[in-house]
């Protein structure tokens, strides 16, 4: 059961909402139920018990309704664009995500000290003013919570040339996996090392498609990164089959009739580091 007790809900939102007001009253009415158990859920916003997703038939029990009627109401919702689904099939409300993600950074500004953007610069003393006193020990320490809290906040933009990208992905991509996913720092951290196996551990690519998805904002993020990236590894596959063939009959025409031409192509690097990841198991808990 989720924690939160209560939640703001915004009337004229709900009221203005296009996507609703197209489907029918019955249709409405279900969404709002559905809204009610979506809060209560684990993950949060998703329609789930115990991080299963609800069957139409399991729907139909709870509510009290045939399971024609909400598999009929279900398809009017979901051609009205109202909900998404996660890979696995899991109806998830956009905006409960949104909501909890700017109460959890809330949260954590308050934790440390309010939104840095927000605090007034401090002005720094005259010379010579103070000589033999001390900063308090605690000064550091918010200080530097500060000013991570800060770098949480930046957008994703390229990492500088004396940073790690591993270290930079890990940091601030993460913190803006887990924000427009909802997902916990578990769950996040192993999509993060999903994706990297899958990339041969090119942490700078990644960090580039997550920047292009902070850029393009699409509805399901999971699907859509995870789409992105199968996309410029097939594209990066044909470049390098491409590149062989070419590498292939540029030495057939410059090889002496007398010289014996190479067996195959030579392996590309990226196909080295395939090769090598090809025996590390799949992570778990994505």
């Known amino acids: 059961m989720s924690k939160r007790r209560w939640s703001k809900f915004w009337w004229q939102d709900y009221e203005r909402d296009p996507a609703l007001r197209l489907c029918s009253l019955a249709a409405q009415g279900l969404w709002m139920r559905l809204l009610c158990l979506m809060h209560e859920a684990e993950p949060y916003g998703h329609l789930c018990v115990n991080h299963r997703p609800l069957h139409t038939r399991q729907l139909a029990q709870m509510l009290g309704v045939s399971e024609r009627q909400i598999q009929r109401l279900m398809a009017e919702l979901r051609e009205a664009g109202v909900y998404s689904t996660t890979p696995d099939g899991a109806v998830f409300c956009r905006r409960l995500l949104r909501d909890k993600a700017a109460s959890d950074l809330g949260s954590h500004w308050g934790r440390t000290g309010g939104n840095p953007q927000l605090k007034p610069t401090p002005q720094r003393p005259p010379e010579g003013a103070g000589e033999g006193l001390t900063a308090p020990a605690s000064q550091p ?23 790690d990208a591993r270290t930079h992905l890990f940091n601030t991509g993460l913190l803006f996996l887990k924000r427009v996913t909802g997902r916990p720092d578990r769950s996040a951290r192993a999509l993060l090392g999903k994706w990297l196996k899958m990339l041969a551990d090119d942490a700078a690519t990644l960090l580039a498609v997550l920047a292009e998805c902070e850029a393009f904002n699409p509805a399901e993020p999971v699907s859509w990164l995870e789409a992105t990236i199968r996309h410029r590894l097939a594209a990066e596959a044909e470049a390098a089959q491409a590149e062989a063939a070419q590498t292939e009959a540029t030495s057939q025409t410059t090889h002496a009739p007398n010289t014996p031409t190479p067996a195959g192509p030579v392996p590309t690097p990226h196909a080295k580091r395939m090769t090598a990841w090809a025996a590390v198991p799949d992570l778990e808990g994505v």
């Open 141 to 163: 320490l918010k200080h530097q919570e500060a000013e991570a809290e800060s770098e949480a906040e930046s957008s994703l933009t390229a990492f500088g040339p004396d940073s």
